[in-house]
């Protein structure tokens, strides 16, 4: 299926009562073309599932977004904990060409826009850096970080970083909302809103064998830290699965797959989850 061929996706959605919109590039890595790469997949792509949904009269549609829709807002509130009031900066990721955050902001946006004016319903996840188990032969952009991080990389993502999320629970979280009417709006999904250097700390202590390099404690300037930032996904009855399990399971997948130790770091331009 294509998101910019309407027709495959109209296909794909026929006879659905539910459609979950989980497809989005995700580059971390220097864009050449951000409006092929980037924007035109994520926010055609979304108003193609949007329209093809809404003509076929599914009941609900969840999007899944990204806390790179969330953040980085650097005029965010000091005292105030990021939460889905929360939009990226649109304008400040433009200076810095961090497309993919602008990519999913206004993707989601652009889903929000089109719920409301067609009646559409329409509920959306915003997950953090996904991780855990993986089935596909590639690795994701999340899974891409913690391998460059085990290799020895000292890039914090100072501005793309908000927390993890076992890749079990965003596929539950997904499930949750799309079953419980009450749910609405946007949901963070992390299992704690944390820095990229309290990740490594843990990556480290957990895997002393590997060159885990010492990052700063705050990486992410002016983010708070909150453990139990996705309330909205916990009142639904999710039980997040904690930062240390996330990493072994992620990185007993990679040795599994023998690729822990590879020499060869891939490019980070791989779906997010």
């Known amino acids: ?40 997949p994520a926010i055609q792509g979304t108003k193609n599932v949007l329209t093809a949904a809404k003509e076929l009269g599914v009941r609900r549609v969840v999007v899944t977004s990204s806390t790179a829709a969330i953040t980085p807002r650097p005029n965010w509130s000091a005292d105030v904990i990021k939460n889905e009031d929360c939009w990226t900066d649109e304008e400040y990721c433009k200076k810095k060409g961090l497309w993919y955050p602008i990519s999913k902001t206004l993707a989601e946006k652009a889903a929000w826009e089109f719920a409301k004016e067609k009646g559409l319903d329409v509920v959306v996840v915003n997950p953090g850096f996904v991780m ?64 990229y250097g309290d990740f490594a700390a843990k990556v480290a202590e957990l895997y002393p064998e590997y060159n885990i390099p010492r990052l700063p404690k ?23 699965i904690p930062m240390e399990q996330i990493i072994r399971d992620a990185v007993d997948c990679l040795k599994s797959k023998d690729l822990s130790s590879k020499q060869k770091l891939p490019s980070a331009s791989l779906p997010l989850s």
């Open 1 to 40: 299926m294509d998101l910019l061929d309407y027709a495959s996706i109209f296909a794909a959605v026929k006879g659905a009562v539910g459609v979950f919109h989980v497809a989005s590039p995700c580059i971390v890595d220097e864009v050449k073309d951000p409006e092929k790469e980037l924007l035109a």
């Open 132 to 195: 855990g188990p993986f089935l596909p032969p590639g690795l994701s952009a999340s899974t891409v970080v913690l391998l460059r991080l085990i290799k020895g990389c000292t890039e914090t993502y100072e501005d793309i970083f908000m927390g993890s999320i076992h890749v079990r629970d965003v596929a539950l979280a997904h499930i949750l909302v799309y079953e419980n009417t009450s749910a609405t709006g946007r949901h963070l999904c992390v299992e704690a809103i944390s820095h």
């Open 218 to 240: 705050d990486t992410q300037p002016g983010l708070l830290r909150a453990k139990n930032a996705s309330k909205k996904l916990m009142d639904l009855g999710l039980q997040f």
